[in-house]
C-alpha cells in the first residue's frame, strides 16, 4: 500500500546571510504517514519540525531528499498533480490570529479555497462557507460570516483555521503547533474537534509540537526530532511505556504532569546546556554534547535511524541504558 | 457577504477618527477649500484674471473684500479660483503618483530579488534630482503649461509612495496568513490585490494626504517661481506677482499664502489623524483581555 | 468537617509572620468607555519559605494580581480597594520611594519575555552590576565579583564571558538566568515568577525551575509563580490559588488541590488538562468561554458555564468557605 506522504532523505539548509555561516535545519530526515494515520512530530526549538513542515507544505524546497505526495515528488509535478496536492495538502497554523487575513471577514477568508478549486459547484458559496462554519461548531453560522479576526476569540479562530484547512475535505492535513496558543480547557475542545473531523473525513494528520503531552492523545506514530534529525520513531504506545533514547527520555521527564504525586515520585533528568544550534561540522552524534551517557564513540560517528522491534526505530548506540 | 462592507468600514473609520480634534479642524478647513473650489464660480465676483475691475491696490470694499492687486484684479475672487487650480493640480499630481508609486512598490516589494533591485534602481533617480532643476528641464523641453505642473510633481512625488509601498509590501508578505493563502491555492494577483493590498492601505491613505500637502508646496513655488502656467491663476501665481507690490497691497501676497498655510496644514493634520484613527494597535477589543 | 466561613486562606501566623499577605484586592482599568474588573477581591498569602502558585487562563486576572502587587499597572489602572500587606506594612500606603526601595531589595520579578526586560544596548553584566550598586551600596568591583559569582552559580560556565556579552547573544534559556541573576542579586525575601517559563522549551523549562527551587531554598526566600500550566504548579508549589475572572475560587495546599479539587472549575480545569500519563479516553472540556471582565456575569461569576449551578449561582457571589485544613473554596455547593 503506497504511503501517502513519503519524506525521503530530506534536507534543508539556509545560509545566514553576510557571515557565510550554513544552518542545517533539516538534516536527513525520512518517514512516511499513510491513510487514516495521524502521525506526531515533537521536538523542541531547532529541530527543525516547523521548517520541515513548510517542506511538505510546499512554502519552500527541499536542498536534497525528496517529498512524494500519492507517490508524485512535489517538486516536479505536472499542473494537474499540482492542483491536487494543493488541494489534498493543508494547513492549520499555529498562531490563530496571524493565520486570518485580518482585512477578511471569517466568511471571505473561507471562500477563497472553494473559489479557487471548486469555482463551478451548483452549490453557492455561502451556503458550504456557513455548512462549513456548523461543522467546526461555530453558530450561528450566519453572524459568523462577517465578523472580523479581531472580534472574535483565540479559540474561536482556531476553529475558522481548522475550518478553512479541512473545507475540501483534504487528505492530509497538518497542523503546526496548533493549540499552543491557546487556554488548556480550550485545547481539548480543539483536539476533538479534529479528531471528529478525522473520523468524518478519513484524511490523515500530520501534529507537529513540542508537546507530547499534546500528542499523547491523538497520535498512531511519533517522531522525535532533533536538532534536524529523527532520534526515535515509534507507534504512540511503544514511546510513551518504553522511551528508547537518551533525549526522548529527557524531553518526557521535563513534560510536567499536573498532578503533584505523581510528579515528585519521577526520576529527573536534567540535561545540562541549551539545544546546540544547528551550525556547525560535528561528526559524531548531535546529542552527544548534552546525553548523559554519552561516550567516546558516540562524539566520533553519528548513529542511523535503527529499527529495534516492532517498527520501533532509535538513533543511539545505547538505546534504553539512560 | 460583500453588501455594506465599505460603508461599514468608512464608519467604524469616521468613529475611530472623529475624537481628534486637530484632525476634525483639519478636515474641516479642507472641506472649507474645496467648496470654495467648486464653487468659485458662483462665489467669486468677478471672473478668474480680470485686469480693471478696479482701480490697482483699491482699498477694501464690499466690492473688493481684500482690495486689488497691480493691474486692478480683485484678490478675492482670484484666490477663489487660485483655489481650483492649486487643489486641481495637486490632487491630479498625487493621482498619477500613486497609481505609479503603488504599482512599483507593490511589485518590487512582493517578487523581490533582481526585479526589486531593478525597480529601486528607477525609484533613487528620481528621489535624487532636484525639484527646481527638474521643472527647469521639463519647461524647457516642453513649456510652461498646468500640465507640465502635474507632471513634474508627480515625477517628483511618486518614488517616495513606491518606497512605502515596498515597505509595507516586505513585511505583510511574511505574514502567516499569506501562508495560509497560498495553501489554499491562491495565485499571485489574489495575493497581492487581495490579501497584501488591504493590509498596506492604511499606509497609503496616510501617505496620500501627506503626499497631497506637499504637492501643494510644490505648485506653489513652481508658479511663484515663474515655472507654472501663467494663464491659470493659482496661489502660487499670486505670490509670483506679489513679490514687487508687498508696500502697496500686502494682501496681495498675504491671502494667497495664508490659503497654502491652512491648506497644508489641514492636510497634515487629516494625514495624522488618519494614521492614528488607522493603527492596528488600537483596534485590540474584547478579543484579547487582561491576564 | 462543617465549612467555616473565612477571610483568606487560614491565617498562619500575625500580618509580620506573613510574608505577603494580600486581602481584598481589587484593581480596575478604564479603557475609553469600558471598565475592565481585573482584579476583583482577591486574598493571598505567601508565608516565608513557601512556594505559592497562582494559577488561572487568560482573563483570570493572575497576572494583573501580580501587577498590582509590584506597582506596575497598566494604562488605565486604578486600585480601587484592598490591602498588600508586604511584612506587615501595606504597600499601598507607603510613599513612592519607600515602595521602590522595597520592590528593588526584598521583592524581585522574573518576566516573561526576557528580552523586554533587558536593555538591548547593554552589556549583561552592566545591568546586573548597576542594580547590585544600587541597592547594596557596593562598589562596582565588588558588585562585579558578586555578580560573575552569581552567575555562575546560576550554571552559567562562562560567567566571565557571559558578563560581557548584549542580551542578543544568549540564548532564550539563558537570558532568563540572567534574569534570575538580576532579581536573586540582592537576596530577595520574596520572588515573584510571572508566567517565566511559558516561552521556553520544555528542557529549559526544567532547568530554570529546578534553579528557581535552588536559589531559593539556599537565599530562604519565598516564591510566587504565576503560571498557566498545572504540571509547573504540580511540580514546583507548596500552596496553589486558582483564579477566574477577577477572583480567587479555590485555594489549597497542592496534594489536596489535585487529589480533592471543590470548585467546578477547578475540577474542570484538571479534567482538561493534556498529560502523558492520559490514555486515548475522549478529552472533556469547559463549555462556553472565559467571562467578559467588562460585563461579568452576575452573582458566580462562573455560573454560566458550571454544570452544577443552582438558583442562587446566579444572582449572588459566594463567599469564601473553609472546607479543610487550608483549603477553602469560593462556592454555593459548600455551604
Not at chain 2, 512605502?164 to 493563502?181: G, N
Not at chain 3, 483568606?8 to 469600558?34: F, K, N, S, W, Y
Request: net charge neutral; charged share 20%; aromatic share 8%.
Amino acid at each position: 500500500m503506497q504511503p501517502l506522504l513519503d519524506i525521503i532523505a530530506v534536507k534543508k539548509s539556509f545560509k545566514v546571510r553576510g557571515t557565510g555561516v550554513v544552518v542545517r535545519a533539516v538534516d536527513g530526515v525520512s518517514f512516511s504517514i499513510g491513510r487514516n494515520e495521524t502521525f506526531g512530530l515533537a521536538g523542541e526549538s531547532g529541530c527543525g519540525k516547523t521548517t520541515l513542515s513548510r517542506l511538505i507544505m510546499g512554502l519552500a524546497d527541499p536542498t536534497e531528499g525528496t517529498i512524494r505526495f500519492a507517490g508524485n515528488d512535489i517538486a516536479k509535478q505536472s499542473p494537474q498533480q499540482y492542483k491536487h496536492y494543493r488541494r489534498n495538502v493543508q494547513m492549520v497554523f499555529q498562531d490563530p490570529y496571524a493565520s486570518l487575513n485580518p482585512r477578511k471577514t471569517v466568511g471571505e477568508s473561507l471562500s477563497l479555497a472553494f473559489t479557487v478549486h471548486e469555482p463551478n459547484s451548483r452549490e453557492s458559496i455561502e451556503a458550504r462557507v456557513c455548512k462549513l462554519l456548523e461543522d467546526v461548531d461555530l453558530r450561528p453560522a450566519g453572524a459568523f460570516l462577517s465578523r472580523y479576526p479581531h472580534q472574535i476569540s483565540g479559540g474561536q479562530r482556531q476553529r475558522v483555521a481548522i475550518a478553512r484547512a479541512i473545507s475540501l475535505n483534504p487528505q492530509l492535513v497538518l497542523a503546526d503547533e496548533a493549540v499552543a496558543a491557546l487556554d488548556m480547557s480550550i485545547r481539548a475542545e480543539i483536539l476533538n474537534l479534529l479528531k471528529n473531523a478525522q473520523v468524518r473525513t478519513g484524511a490523515s494528520y500530520l501534529l507537529v509540537s513540542h508537546d507530547l503531552s499534546v500528542l499523547r492523545n491523538m497520535c498512531d506514530r511519533i517522531g522525535i526530532m532533533y536538532l534536524g534529525r529523527l532520534v526515535e520513531l515509534a507507534t504512540s504506545e511503544q514511546l510513551f511505556s518504553n522511551p528508547q533514547h537518551p533525549y526522548t527520555k529527557a524531553l518526557l521527564a521535563a513534560t510536567l504532569v499536573p498532578n503533584p504525586r505523581i510528579e515528585r515520585a519521577r526520576k529527573r533528568i536534567v540535561l545540562a546546556g541549551d539545544a546546540a544550534s544547528p551550525v556547525g561540522n560535528s561528526h559524531g552524534c548531535r546529542f552527544s554534547g548534552r546525553c548523559p551517557i554519552a561516550k567516546e564513540k558516540c562524539r566520533q560517528t553519528e548513529p542511523g535511524l535503527v529499527d529495534m522491534n516492532a517498527g520501533h526505530q532509535v538513533a543511539c548506540y545505547f538505546p534504553g541504558m539512560a | 457577504m460583500k453588501d455594506w462592507h465599505f460603508l461599514r468600514q468608512a464608519h467604524s473609520l469616521w468613529e475611530r477618527f472623529s475624537p481628534n480634534r486637530l484632525g476634525v479642524f483639519g478636515l474641516v478647513i479642507l472641506l472649507f477649500y474645496v467648496l470654495i473650489a467648486l464653487f468659485a464660480n458662483v462665489l467669486a465676483i468677478y471672473p478668474p484674471l480680470m485686469t480693471g475691475s478696479g482701480p490697482s491696490f483699491a482699498g477694501l470694499s464690499a466690492a473688493h473684500p481684500f482690495g486689488t492687486d497691480n493691474l486692478g484684479r480683485d484678490i478675492f475672487s482670484e484666490t477663489l479660483y487660485g483655489a481650483r487650480a492649486t487643489l486641481v493640480v495637486s490632487f491630479l499630481a498625487v493621482v498619477a503618483s500613486t497609481v505609479v508609486g503603488l504599482g512599483f512598490g507593490a511589485i518590487a516589494g512582493y517578487f523581490g530579488g533582481w526585479v526589486d533591485e531593478a525597480l529601486m534602481r528607477i525609484t533613487e533617480v528620481f528621489l535624487v534630482i532636484p525639484a527646481i532643476f527638474l521643472a527647469l528641464v521639463f519647461v524647457s523641453i516642453f513649456g510652461g503649461s498646468a500640465w507640465n505642473v502635474v507632471g513634474v510633481i508627480a515625477l517628483l512625488s511618486w518614488p517616495q509612495m513606491a518606497r512605502l509601498v515596498r515597505a509595507e509590501f516586505l513585511v505583510i508578505k511574511e505574514q502567516t496568513y499569506i501562508d495560509a493563502a497560498r495553501t489554499s491555492g491562491a495565485g499571485n494577483l489574489h495575493v497581492i490585490f487581495r490579501e497584501i493590498l488591504p493590509n498596506a492601505i492604511s499606509t497609503v491613505i496616510v501617505n496620500v494626504s501627506l503626499t497631497q500637502a506637499s504637492a501643494i508646496l510644490i505648485e506653489s513655488s513652481l508658479s511663484f517661481l515663474g515655472f507654472g502656467d501663467p494663464a491659470v491663476v493659482s496661489w502660487g501665481l499670486m505670490l509670483h506677482n506679489a513679490q514687487k507690490y508687498f508696500n502697496q497691497n500686502w494682501l496681495m501676497a498675504f491671502i494667497p499664502g495664508l490659503s497654502i498655510f491652512l491648506t497644508v496644514l489641514a492636510l497634515n493634520l487629516v494625514g495624522e489623524g488618519l494614521a492614528e484613527a488607522l493603527n492596528p494597535r488600537r483596534n485590540v477589543r474584547a478579543a484579547s483581555l487582561p491576564r | 468537617m462543617m465549612p467555616t466561613p473565612t477571610d483568606g486562606l487560614a491565617p498562619q501566623g500575625t500580618d509580620e509572620d506573613v510574608l505577603l499577605r494580600v486581602r481584598r484586592l481589587a484593581m480596575h482599568i478604564v479603557r475609553g468607555t469600558e471598565v475592565v474588573h481585573a482584579v476583583d477581591g482577591v486574598d493571598l498569602d505567601v508565608g516565608r519559605r513557601q512556594i505559592v502558585g497562582l494559577v488561572g487562563e487568560s482573563g483570570s486576572g493572575k497576572t494583573m494580581t501580580c501587577r498590582t502587587i509590584m506597582g506596575l499597572l497598566p494604562q488605565g489602572g486604578t486600585v480601587s480597594q484592598g490591602q498588600i500587606l508586604f511584612k506587615g506594612r501595606d504597600l499601598l500606603q507607603l510613599p513612592k520611594d519607600e515602595i521602590r526601595d522595597i520592590q528593588g531589595r526584598e521583592i524581585g520579578i522574573i518576566f516573561q519575555n526576557p528580552s523586554s526586560f533587558l536593555n538591548p544596548v547593554m552589556r549583561i553584566g552592566e545591568q546586573i552590576v548597576e542594580s547590585v550598586m544600587l541597592h547594596q551600596g557596593k562598589t562596582r568591583r565588588e558588585a562585579k565579583q558578586h555578580v560573575i559569582e552569581a552567575l555562575l552559580k546560576l550554571g552559567l560556565p562562562r560567567a566571565k564571558a557571559v558578563f560581557d556579552y548584549y542580551p542578543h547573544q544568549l540564548s532564550g534559556g539563558m537570558r532568563q538566568r540572567v534574569m534570575i541573576a538580576m532579581a536573586m542579586a540582592c537576596q530577595p525575601d520574596l520572588l515573584i515568577g510571572d508566567e517565566c517559563t511559558t516561552e521556553l522549551d520544555v528542557t529549559t523549562q526544567l532547568q530554570i525551575l529546578e534553579l528557581l527551587k535552588e536559589s531559593v531554598v539556599a537565599a530562604g526566600s519565598s516564591l510566587l509563580l504565576i503560571t498557566h500550566n498545572l504540571g509547573v504548579v504540580a511540580y514546583m508549589c507548596d500552596t496553589v490559588y486558582v483564579m477566574y475572572a477577577g477572583q480567587v475560587v479555590e485555594a489549597a495546599n497542592v496534594f489536596d488541590l489535585f487529589d480533592d479539587p471543590k470548585h467546578p472549575y477547578t475540577v474542570g480545569l484538571l479534567k482538561s488538562t493534556l498529560s502523558i500519563e492520559g490514555g486515548n479516553a475522549e478529552l472533556v472540556s469547559i463549555k462556553g468561554s472565559v467571562a467578559d471582565l467588562t460585563d461579568p456575569p452576575a452573582g458566580c461569576r462562573f455560573h454560566p458555564r458550571c454544570p452544577r449551578a443552582m438558583e442562587q449561582c446566579k444572582t449572588t457571589m459566594p463567599g469564601t468557605l473553609t472546607v479543610g485544613a487550608q483549603h477553602t473554596v469560593s462556592c454555593f455547593l459548600y455551604t
